[in-house]
């Protein structure tokens, strides 16, 4: 597995990284932890050193699982977690200085790490002055606690003030075919500073990996039957865009899911997705996306069929997407 920096701040990660949210939340029914461990460190042995959690999942577990399973590489792995949330009273936020903290100390012993390799504020939080979270977590870097300030789902005047305090290493945003506000000002904004990016659902929470249709049954407890974009009606709207990725995909001898992430590698050097599964084939799959070469017509014909395709529903029902300052 290659390996890319995070715009310039000199950290180092896998090209394709692995976001552990559903093996402890939000896809049902969840795995068997036991067989997570196995999966996590299955990923290391094939090149994935990037691993994405957050107290928020489980809550709690999701960062006790990588504590356990990470433990014995630590040294060649960066684990990237997130403050932010308040857990006891979800979707609310908090990011006093206090509870900053509060949640670097216990994220650290359920990590089982001396330092938290990469520390994001996981939504903004119109209570607190961006700077004075900036400032919280440069003390924490200060004190050997944190390595590296990120943050998620900021717009661009956020991240610019952040940066001012505290570099930030990366963004991490939802970002692919099927979402692509942050082309107009937030990308721009991180190639200026020099910021990478980490994007999120870049398989647009399985759908783009075209193993899902207007027919498809989700479960009620599934986080997707939530979300306006994962309607019956939303779904069958948006299957263009599916087929788009299969024609391309079956040119590529490759599969959709591999040609929607590596159209999200040729976007810029510094965009590193973290796609998530639980499922070990799924992850191979996945990692071999970093081997699809698209050529500069590929792109190009990519770019211009997707522009035709409007895709319909919001990605958050609207108390969550009030969450998303941009």
Partial sequence: MQKRQLGKSGLEVSTIGLGCMGMS?????????????????SAVQRGVTFFDTAEVYGPFTNEELLGEALAPVRDQVVIATKFGFKVEAMPGVDSRPERIRQV??????????????LFYQHRPDPNVPIEDVAGTVKDLIRQGKVKYFGLSEADAKTIRRAHAVQPVAALQSEYSLWTRDLEAEILPTLQELGIGLVAF?????GYLTGRMDDSTQLDAADFRST???FTPEARKAN??????????AERKKATPAQIAL?????????????????KLHRLEENIAAATVELTTEDLRDIGAAAANIEVQGARYP?????????
Avoid at 32 to 40: F, N, Q, Y
Avoid at 318 to 326: D, G, T
Wanted: aromatic share 6%.
């Fill in 201 to 205: 659902s870049p398989l647009g929470r």
């Fill in 25 to 41: 939340q939000a896809y049902f029914p969840l795995p068997d932890r036991k067989e997570m461990v196995s999966l996590i460190r």
């Fill in 318 to 326: 609207e108390q969550l997407q009030r969450l998303v300052n941009r």
């Fill in 104 to 117: 670097a100390e216990a994220s650290l012993k359920r990590l089982r790490v001396e330092s938290i390799d």
């Fill in 227 to 229: 979300l306006p974009r």
């Fill in 262 to 278: 590596a159209w999200l590698l040729a976007q810029k050097p510094w965009i590193v997705p973290i796609p998530g599964t639980t």
């Fill in 239 to 248: 299957r263009a865009l599916v087929e788009l990725l299969e024609a391309t």
